[in-house]
């Protein structure tokens, strides 16, 4: 091999690093970001339990208004309300849901069984 064929070499390897090595950082930083999610949603999640009955009603309407509805309706599926008003509060609430993802017909639906 000759000291060109080298030199060559050596130039090849240091581009690939200089466009490999940001995109390697760029994976790091978006796994990062997806393990803090995660961790949020622990947070949430251990919060909710936490919450009185009449608080959880709260918290998922407003999330189900602030447009966060796959948050709300996992929360509800996971913890069913109970209580007194249980049956009507989840209609209410799934109807929010619904109407978010922009599916007014099976809202309306919803409201009307």
Known sequence: MTSKNKISKGRATKRALHYLLPLALGLVCL??????ATQISVQKIAAYEAMPESERVRLLITLAKAHQSDDAAELIQRF???GDHAANRTLFITGLIKAD???LTGAAQNYRD
């Open 31 to 36: 796994n990062s970001a997806a393990l803090a």
């Open 80 to 82: 069913p309300l109970q």
């Open 101 to 103: 993802h922009g599916d």
